[in-house]
């Protein structure tokens, strides 16, 4: 057990003294003092222990000198053990502030939604719940996220969806442990270069946002399994970015791309590939080593043919939609002898 003092005016929490560097922190709000999430709590007043005073938080009744004394880290007490989703789904969700930091246990799961927090809270969300897996911060008028918001190392589900974020911190990349990321509905006109650094990412949603392009780095996300660019101005991808094989589906639809890269044919776990409206005069002859390629979306684009090495994809390609291009009959009669059992849409 680790115990630091804390001397405090009750009445304004004016002045108090300094803690020792390896002591918890001790800090008030309003007037109530707060220590660091731990697995125990016991609060002191005048060197002697308060009956019941036992949460992460305490409000004096009168002046005096208050300590709190907090659980050491040990392996009996799961301090920001990382759980399954089944584990997970298990423990409670909060929904408010007030509920969280009352919370008699570590929380692991913080749904704050529609206007429930702002930027400034942001802060006290770090330091107060470092033990974080699940975040959901949907529509929070958020124009920007601290630095110190790659501290919540835990993370595996944030949804910033529906905010008005132009950029992420560089600390965004420390998030190693996230799976699911939603960035939908923002102002995000880059991605930082750090973004490369969440390997661990099985899901991106970055739909409704103004990217032009995306980082080299973005090929180093190699669990990626779902990206959906929807929405941006992408006029290209990086050639690199075949190096994401284990995609299964990406919709890159409503952007403004005039071509893909060669490596795109790398990309041989992918069954769903949405390219409508963009500004494609035509596809890679790499396209053809999409074998596992099931629905398959390029409307209202600029092709006149497509590579005939499509042809290989005639055994699990289901359907294709090729409406709204400019193909000559002659090339609609060629596509529909290299993919026979395939459904076809001009």
Do not use: H
């Not at 942001?122 to 107060?128: A, E, G, K, N």
């Not at 390997?199 to 032009?212: A, R």
Request: with cysteine.
């Amino acid at each position: 057990m680790q115990k630091c003092l804390l001397f405090a005016l009750i009445v304004l929490f004016a002045s108090f003294n300094a803690q020792a560097q390896d002591c918890p922190r001790i800090y008030t709000k309003g007037d109530t003092l707060y220590t660091d999430p731990a697995a125990q709590y016991q609060w002191y007043k005048d060197n002697q222990a308060i009956s019941g005073a036992s949460k992460q938080w305490y409000v004096p009744s009168n002046k005096g000198s208050y300590a709190v004394e907090i659980s050491a880290i040990t392996e009996k007490f799961p301090y920001c053990q990382l759980l399954d989703s089944a584990a997970l789904a298990q423990k409670p969700e909060y929904k408010s502030m007030e509920a969280a930091i009352n919370a008699q246990e570590v929380v692991l799961k913080l749904i704050l939604l529609a206007g429930k927090i702002n930027s400034n809270d942001l802060m006290v969300i770090v330091d107060r719940f470092p033990c974080l897996q699940e975040l959901d911060l949907w529509e929070n008028q958020l124009t920007n996220l601290p630095e110190s918001f790659g501290q919540l190392r835990n993370l595996q589900t944030l949804s910033l969806a529906f905010n008005q974020l132009t950029n992420l911190p560089e600390s965004f990349g420390q998030l190693q442990n996230l799976k699911f990321l939603s960035l939908r509905n923002n102002q995000l006109t880059s991605l930082s270069e750090s973004i490369g650094q969440l390997q661990n990412l099985n899901t991106l949603y970055i739909s409704d946002n103004k990217l032009i392009k995306l980082p080299e780095s973005f090929n180093q996300m190699r669990n990626l399994e779902t990206l959906d660019l929807l929405d941006n101005q992408l006029t290209g991808l990086p050639e690199s970015f075949g190096q994401l094989q284990n995609l299964k589906t990406l919709i890159l639809l409503n952007n403004q791309l005039t071509s893909l890269p060669e490596s795109f044919g790398q990309l041989q776990n992918l069954k769903t590939l949405i390219l409508l409206n963009n500004q494609l005069t035509s596809l890679p002859e790499s396209f053809g080593q999409l074998q596992n390629l099931k629905f398959l979306n390029i409307v209202n684009n600029r092709l006149t043919s497509i590579p005939a090495s499509i042809a290989n994809l005639k055994d699990n390609l289901k359907t294709l939609y090729l409406n709204d291009n400019p193909i000559p009959e002659e090339e609609k009669a060629k596509i529909r002898s290299w993919l026979p059992n395939t459904t076809i849409i001009f």
